[in-house]
């Protein structure tokens, strides 16, 4: 069993910055992928970012390339997400996964994640 716990959500006006953060306590944390979905109102839930467990590989969906970045801490059990030039359409719940399975053909399917954690909102005003 993995917990995960999000923070550093907020409100923040567009094109501003925000660094999300996942700890994970429980089974060994390195053993595991990373990923950050997330989901708008009335959306369904949709890939964001993905780092393989040593952290050497990371992916991206489309719309965030170039502005956010995912990386990883083993030593602190904690994952990333740095968020740049934040645009009203990524207001969002935010969630991050542990997946013990990842590959490059199936890292954007949320249903390879076998951990969610309870997710943390950001808001991105215009």
């Known amino acids: 069993q993995v917990q995960l716990v999000e923070s550093g959500g907020g409100l923040v006006q567009a094109g501003g910055s925000l660094r999300l953060s996942c700890a994970a306590s429980?089974?060994?944390?390195?053993?595991?992928?990373m990923g950050w979905f997330r989901q708008a109102p009335g959306k369904e839930r949709e890939f964001v970012a993905a780092?393989?467990?040593?952290?050497?590989?990371?992916y991206y969906a489309d719309s965030v390339k170039g502005r956010f970045t995912i990386s990883r801490d083993n030593a602190k059990n904690t994952v990333y997400l740095q968020m740049n030039s934040l645009k009203p359409e990524d207001t969002a719940v935010y969630y991050c996964?542990?997946?013990?399975?990842?590959?490059?053909?199936?890292?954007?399917?949320?249903?390879?994640?076998?951990?969610w954690g309870q997710g943390t909102q950001v808001t991105v005003s215009s």
């Open positions: 996964a542990a997946a013990r399975n990842l590959y490059s053909g199936n890292y954007y399917f949320s249903s390879t994640y076998d951990y």
């Open positions: 429980g089974r060994t944390f390195s053993g595991y992928a």
């Open positions: 780092i393989i467990r040593s952290g050497y590989s990371t």
